[in-house]
């Protein structure tokens, strides 16, 4: 099962909660790695051993050339690169995978909720269904996991643990003869639409789109079945893996060689002592990058039995329970309703804490502090207004708008100073009565008030009937006993209520009468 550590770094601390996991052994680096680098330590000590005791002179002038080539060429080979893409590659697929497995329950919600009744049929129904389900998914998974098929090597294991009968047992066996060569995990979802169809017609369900929506669900979770199928069918590329596995190992082979302390006076290794006792750096070297290998190699399929692979028989355990939880022990069953504590209130202006040091007030838009600057507009305004009146033209009324004014502040954006004659070229000047800037611009708020008037007017007054001027309203109200009783019959064109306008009574209380 997927090793859990969650809880560990809830909180992070002074001292870092990774470093507490590193002495975790189940699920570790440490359980992947440790025979390739024992294997690695074991080739590098028999080479120097060999190099510093066995051989002579010719010789190991002759390693020293190998030894120094590798070394040189060693950093062709594009490890990081290749290996970090193809992990990169391995986990999106392995967190596909995961959420790819269907979960019974919103199949169960639906069933509990559409099939209605308390006989042993209703419930056989329910019961079945949702049986049919579990067994879809338990055939899906013995054919992708080792684990679910070490547990149920054949159908009669299957029969044991009750999600299949004799009688299911011996169609599947008919139709495995008839056609061999294909999977036969659909079957179950279609014996269970069927069932979904025949307590339709029974009116156990009582609804056409309860059937839609039962039906919709099976279709879906025989849809993910069939996209773990795809999974276990579909790898990543061998040729990737191959490259990936080829880089790897090719590398540390070439690390072997190439990382060798060697006598001569001209190497890298003359005056580093420390090569010379034991290589540190290279067999840190050889944990990261093997154990970024090994990491790719247990995720690529995680339905198997590694540390880190999914618990799929945890899975069909709890798929069954709930489901029949679901569809038989909850069905139609709900605590009696009470009011709740806030009954009166409405809704709680705060909920209760522990420790009311914890909480925490609303969230900060990231707006709260900013200072609103003047407008563009504002700023054209009072620049007018100073040109006036260092002018003396204040018996002038001048007919501006908005437009304007922007169109003359960005033609004079670069200029330290606005002119009057600046201001003349942009607007239009008329000789008017002596009015200050206060007044023009409560002048042009009447006016544009009264252009809103009469198009208000003109709006209603093209909606007004010509002919009788009145408006026609009807009045939607609940049906009363009596006029059920009567039935719906047609009103006339005649008999439509006509209500003059200035009578329509403004009181939503009509509506609940």
């Known amino acids: 099962m997927t090793v859990t550590y969650t809880a560990n770094v809830s909180t ?3 001292l870092s909660n990774f470093l507490r996991l590193l002495f975790r052994w189940r699920g570790s680096i440490y359980k992947l790695v440790w025979a390739d680098l024992i294997v690695f330590l074991g080739l590098y000590l028999i080479l120097a051993i060999t190099y510093r005791l066995f051989m002579n002179d010719a010789t190991r002038k002759a390693f020293e050339s190998v030894a120094t080539y590798c070394y040189t060429h060693a950093s062709l080979i594009p490890l990081s690169f290749v290996l970090g893409f193809y992990v990169s590659i391995v986990m999106t697929r392995w967190w596909a995978q995961y959420t790819t497995i269907p979960w019974p329950d919103s199949v169960a919600t639906l069933v509990s909720s559409s099939v209605h009744g308390f006989d042993d049929r209703a419930r056989a129904m329910r019961r079945t269904i949702l049986r049919y389900v579990c067994l879809c998914q338990v055939i899906v998974f013995t054919m992708i996991s080792p684990s679910v098929k070490k547990r149920f090597p054949t159908y009669d294991q299957i029969i044991e643990a009750g999600l299949l009968q004799e009688n299911e047992k011996n169609i599947i066996a008919t139709l495995d003869l008839a056609f061999p060569h294909y999977p036969k995990h659909w079957m179950p979802i279609v014996w269970a639409a069927s069932i979904v169809m025949r307590a339709r017609k029974e009116n156990k369900i009582r609804d056409d789109y309860a059937v839609k929506s039962i039906i919709d669900e099976l279709n879906h979770f025989r849809g993910q079945c069939g996209f773990l199928l795809y999974y276990d069918w579909v790898s990543v590329p061998l040729v990737y893996t191959q490259v990936v596995t080829l880089a790897t190992y090719t590398f540390f ?12 006076p001209r190497s890298r290794t003359a005056t580093n002592k420390i090569d010379q006792y034991f290589p540190i750096m290279t067999v840190l070297q050889f944990f990261f990058y093997m154990g970024w290998l090994k990491v790719a190699e ?28 679901i569809v038989d022990e909850m069905h139609q069953d709900h605590p009696e309703l009470l009011k709740d504590q806030y009954w009166d209130e409405v809704f709680p202006n705060e909920l209760p804490y522990t420790d009311e040091s914890k909480r925490q007030g609303p969230p900060e838009a990231s707006t709260a502090k900013l200072v609103a600057s003047k407008t563009p507009v504002a700023e054209s305004r009072k620049a007018i207004e100073n040109v006036m009146q260092r002018s003396g033209s204040t018996s002038t009324f001048i007919s501006w ?5 922007l169109r003359m502040r960005n033609h004079n954006m670069n200029n330290s100073r606005v002119t009057f004659r600046d201001i003349n070229s942009n607007l239009k000047v ?35 009937p010509s002919s009788s001027g009145r408006y026609k309203v009807t009045v939607l109200r609940p049906p009363s006993p ?11 064109e005649g008999e439509e209520e006509h209500v003059e306008e200035s009578a329509v009574p403004n009181n939503k209380q009509d509506k609940y009468e």
């Open 298 to 325: 247990s995720l690529i399929n995680p339905f198997g039995e590694d540390d880190d692979d999914f618990e799929l028989n945890w899975m069909i355990d709890r798929n069954l329970a709930v489901s029949y939880l």
């Open 401 to 405: 708008s908005t437009s304007e004014i």
């Open 12 to 14: 992070s601390r002074l």
């Open 482 to 492: 009596r006029s059920s009783d009567l039935g719906s019959q047609p009103i006339s």
């Open 253 to 264: 082979l070439c690390s072997v060689i190439g990382q060798q302390w060697i006598e001569n």
């Open 430 to 464: 008329k000789p008017a009565a002596s009015l200050n800037l206060e007044e023009l611009i409560e002048q042009r708020h009447r006016e544009r008030s009264e252009r809103l008037r009469h198009r208000f007017l003109n709006m209603r007054s093209n909606q007004r």
